[in-house]
């Protein structure tokens, strides 16, 4: 006789400054995975719109606002459009490699220049490599690290490392956990976009449907990238709907409209203090 799955436990944390709308609070539901089911409770919150953060699964428990919402890309039906065909055909000559999550000294220092250009004002760059190595290892489901290097001279040795995702494999998909990159290479533009792109094709080799890419908010400049990937799915109040072609255009459409624009430092201006994936969990109350 197996023992009873028990029913988690539910906390809610204390109000916030939203980081990705100005001017409001969030406030997040969230419960711990541990144990022999972590797996299977993870995957059944993923499917209602929760997300990971090292053994913690959360979503927006907001009082006054639903801006955040879950979104996916159907990968057995995904089109991809002239931009990501260029974005394949630019990267194509990197060399990918799904490693265990154990964090190393050479994915920090990427991580660092990622923020330092990408999110120079999030809460992230306060992070030391104890803290990475936290946000990597510390995971109590099937995940792994999924690098992207330059090939080497030899053939034989690592070449440079130019992108990196944490990966959670889900039932019924890949959950993007958190992707980073090298800014600073004029050469492979759209390596961010490459590395989605890239998920969706091991989603496609795995036989598995989705690729979950987070929260999308409207009208939060760093998050419109992810309209661009079709056919897109919405978490709503009747459950994950497809959205219609006419809808997807509209959306991407209004981020072409509002791209994100480069300060003199070279930063890239509109991007909020947070990205989704690795939010912090404040004190519950």
Not at 8 to 17: D, I
Not at 150 to 163: H, I, Q, W, Y
Not at 217 to 223: C, K, T
Not at 231 to 253: F, H, T, V, Y
Request: aromatic share 8%; hydrophobic share 35%.
């Amino acid at each position: 006789m197996t023992a009873p799955v028990r029913f988690p436990r539910f906390f809610v944390t204390s109000p916030a400054p939203c980081p990705y709308l100005p001017g409001r609070s969030e406030r997040k539901v969230f419960t711990e995975l541990k144990g022999p089911h972590a797996d299977t409770l993870n995957d059944a919150l993923g499917r209602i719109g929760f997300r990971r953060s090292q053994t913690v699964a959360y979503r927006p428990s907001c009082l006054d606002c639903s801006a955040c919402v879950s979104v996916r890309v159907v990968a057995d039906a995904f089109m991809p459009s002239d931009s990501q065909k260029r974005a394949v055909k630019r990267n194509a000559g990197l060399v990918v490699t799904v490693c265990r999550p154990w964090s190393t000294s050479e994915q920090f220092d990427l991580l660092r220049r990622y923020l330092s250009v990408r999110h120079p004002e999030g809460g992230m760059t306060a992070m030391d490599e104890v803290d990475y190595a936290d946000m990597v290892e510390h995971t109590p489901v099937t995940s792994y690290l999924v690098e992207y290097r330059e090939a080497s001279a030899d053939g034989v040795t690592p070449g440079r490392l130019v992108g990196a995702c944490l990966t959670d494999r889900q039932c019924d998909g890949l959950s993007m956990i958190y992707s980073f990159y090298d800014p600073h290479l004029p050469d492979r533009q759209g390596l961010g976009n490459y590395i989605i792109l890239d998920h969706i094709q091991r989603a496609q080799e795995l036989g598995l449907a989705y690729v979950y890419l987070g929260y999308w908010v409207e009208g939060s400049a760093p998050m419109q990238y992810k309209v661009r990937y079709r056919p897109m799915e919405k978490l709503g109040r009747n459950g994950w709907e497809r959205l219609s072609a006419e809808d997807q255009d509209r959306l991407i459409a209004a981020a072409a409209r509002n791209p994100r624009q480069r300060t003199k430092d070279g930063t890239l201006a509109g991007d909020g203090p947070g990205k989704d994936g690795m939010a912090p969990i404040h004190s519950a109350r």
